[in-house]
């Protein structure tokens, strides 16, 4: 069993940049791909980035693609989402996920465990 644990959230200008952590525990963290998600309210939950196992490919949603970038450190069990000039409409609550499996996949059914989720909030 994985337990994943988001921060890093918060309340930002619009153009602003935040970085966001996702701590893993409970299981061998470089033997799963990692995801990021964001969920608006009234909105479905949507992809973000995802990364593979070691870290040598990502996967970026192309809205968010040259904003958005995902990186990993498995001797810290640590998935980051870097996101620069952010927009109001980037305002949701940000969620990590893993994946066991051998590829990487876009939709949020395809992981298996789940943080909790931080609030990003972006002004005008």
């Known amino acids: 069993q994985v337990q994943l644990v988001e921060s890093g959230g918060g309340l930002v200008q619009a153009g602003g940049s935040l970085r966001l952590s996702c701590v893993a525990s409970?299981?061998?963290?470089?033997?799963?791909?990692m995801g990021w998600f964001r969920q608006a309210p009234g909105k479905e939950r949507e992809f973000v980035a995802a990364?593979?196992?070691?870290?040598?490919?990502?996967y970026h949603a192309s809205s968010m693609k040259g904003r958005f970038t995902i990186s990993r450190d498995n001797a810290k069990n640590t998935v980051y989402l870097q996101m620069n000039s952010l927009k109001p409409e980037d305002t949701a609550v940000y969620y990590c996920a893993a994946r066991g499996g051998t590829r990487w996949v876009g939709s949020p059914s395809g992981y298996d465990y789940w943080g909790q989720g931080t609030q990003v909030t972006v002004s005008s």
């Open positions: 409970g299981g061998t963290f470089s033997s799963y791909y």
């Open positions: 990364i593979n196992r070691s870290g040598s490919s990502t």
